[in-house]
């Protein structure tokens, strides 16, 4: 062999050597490790299945916000982390499996599995299980998935379900336990409680599984992938719909999901713009009646309703939590603070595949965006008329004032953006509020989107003498973000006194 052949022959050693090392290095980055939940023991059971998972699931996103979900039960009662976190730290184990089902896996059988995480502090649970049938033909609802012109006038009660005998079940290990419910009301009142829910729709479907034998557990259809149960009340509006979000989050990273489980809407509501985000944080959605026949599900979690998360929670009842850094809450814990609602909106923000690092949240170069979050007319849902209810008399008259005040304004570039969010895709809603300096709006639905606000976003919050609710307040100070409110005493907001607090807000920003 010549020099030359023998400096080729190396070349081409070191490039393979080196392509082999920058595969390890990406895949590293871009697979979410296995969970770090030693509560998601049950998930890992899809061994035969990880691969076929891996190619349908979305990887969990990098969020500079996370910090770890793992079980503690040392979380203390009503403490930031016990609202916020994974204060589900009492473990009910309603229904185990056979006790070889770890090793060969239950395509042949084993038994169906059962459990719950109870929160003192929010009074709630978070369930899961496996071997779970779903019959849609006994759920009372109406189809859902809808265009909404063709379900004009449908009434609300028709797209809550119902749960008939036999809505649910699961296959027994034990055939001495068959035909019977898999809990009893004592449970549901210590586990799924009521509370000033007067239809708990996760309670009802819970007391709707019975115990079948494995003969009875038959099945047109298997999803083996994890799937998120959800039921959503008032689906068209932002601010219970981002409860709806944040609770379907919280249960998939409290029962250690790997990836980024399916969705399953347990409700027959018609299709709405909000749906873009879920299918954007999630793997896939289906609604419950779409599917035609028995469907079995490998792993199932019941998301809890958005009434019972803290974000709900905390207009009723002090939460007295403020927003922190993840890297201040490592380097000093502290109960009273939380970064939670931060790592929230850095997911919403991923989902839709914004940069979400340290390094990409300065606020753009070519000036300060002021985005005033507008009310405008549209058709919410089936019983709703199209008429938005003002909350700002004079909105157009301060918008067109504030717009005349940045024309002429020198001292520094100021962009003005009209969110007309009613109109625009749910993603170019987060764009907009990620980009903004200043977020500016009447109290309205459309500013729960400050949980996606990068951490230096000021709040201006104009509020009438009739709508003074602490929403946005509260949000913000769990976001740790700079708020202010202007309050009028009727709907009608002086634009030169919006102008001057604006101009007040700019200057503290260096502008």
Not at 69 to 78: A, C, D, I, T
Not at 480 to 496: I, K
Request: proline share 5%; with cysteine; aromatic share 10%.
């Amino acid at each position: 062999m010549n020099m030359n052949e023998r400096r080729l022959k190396i070349f081409l050693s070191l490039f393979v050597l080196s392509s082999i090392s920058l595969s390890l290095y990406f895949s590293h980055f871009h697979h979410t490790p296995p969970s770090e939940n030693h509560q998601s023991s049950i998930g890992n059971r899809h061994g035969l299945t990880e691969n076929h998972h891996r190619l349908l699931a979305k990887p969990w996103p990098i969020l500079p916000s996370y910090l770890s979900w793992s079980l503690n039960p040392k979380v203390p009662f009503r403490s930031c982390e016990g609202y916020f976190g994974n204060g589900f730290t009492r473990r009910i184990d309603v229904l185990k499996s056979s006790p070889d089902d770890n090793q060969k896996f239950d395509l042949a059988g084993g038994g169906g599995w059962f459990r719950c995480f109870y929160s003192e502090t929010l009074r709630s649970s978070i369930c899961e299980g496996g071997r779970i049938r779903m019959n849609p033909e006994r759920i009372r609802m109406s189809i859902g998935g809808e265009k909404l012109e063709a379900v004009i006038g449908r009434g609300e009660d028709e797209e809550l379900p119902v749960f008939d005998s036999g809505a649910f079940d699961m296959e027994a290990v034990d055939k001495s336990s068959t035909d019977r419910k898999l809990v009893d009301s004592e449970f549901l009142n210590q586990y799924l409680q009521n509370g000033a829910i007067s239809k708990h729709t996760m309670r009802d479907l819970v007391d709707s599984i019975r115990l079948v034998s494995a003969r009875e557990f038959q099945c047109s259809e298997w999803i083996e992938e994890p799937t998120l149960l959800v039921t959503r009340f008032e689906y068209a509006n932002l601010f219970h719909t981002v409860t709806d979000w944040y609770s379907a989050y919280v249960a998939s990273r409290v029962t250690g999901l790997p990836y980024r489980p399916n969705l399953v809407f347990i409700d027959g509501h018609c299709v709405a713009p909000l749906e873009e985000t879920w299918r954007a944080m999630f793997s896939s959605l289906r609604y419950a009646k779409n599917f035609s026949g028995s469907v079995c599900f490998r792993h199932a979690i019941l998301s809890p309703l958005g009434y019972e998360t803290a974000l709900f929670k905390g207009l009723t009842e002090d939460v007295n939590c403020h927003g922190a850094s993840a890297h201040d809450l490592m380097q000093n814990p502290d109960e009273k603070k939380t970064a939670r609602l931060s790592e929230f909106g850095e997911m919403i923000r991923a989902a839709f595949g914004f940069p979400v690092h340290r390094q990409h949240t300065s606020k753009p170069a070519n000036g300060h965006n002021i985005l005033f979050v507008r009310r405008e007319d549209y058709l919410a849902h089936p019983r709703h008329g199209g008429k938005v209810e003002s909350r700002l008399t004079n909105e157009q008259q301060v918008f067109d004032a504030i717009k005349n005040w940045v024309s002429n304004h020198l001292e520094c570039k100021i962009n003005l953006v009209n969110g007309l969010f009613a109109h625009m895709p749910m993603k170019e809603q987060v764009r907009a509020i990620q980009d903004a300096s200043v977020i500016i709006g009447a109290h309205g639905a459309g500013l729960t989107h400050i949980v996606s606000a990068t951490p230096k976003t000021v709040i201006l919050e104009v509020i009438s003498s009739e709508y003074r609710r602490p929403h946005f307040a509260l949000i913000a100070q769990w976001k740790g973000l700079e708020y202010h409110a202007m309050h009028l005493s009727g709907s009608y907001a002086n634009p030169q006194d919006v102008i001057d607090k604006l101009s007040s807000i700019l200057r503290s920003l260096g502008c």
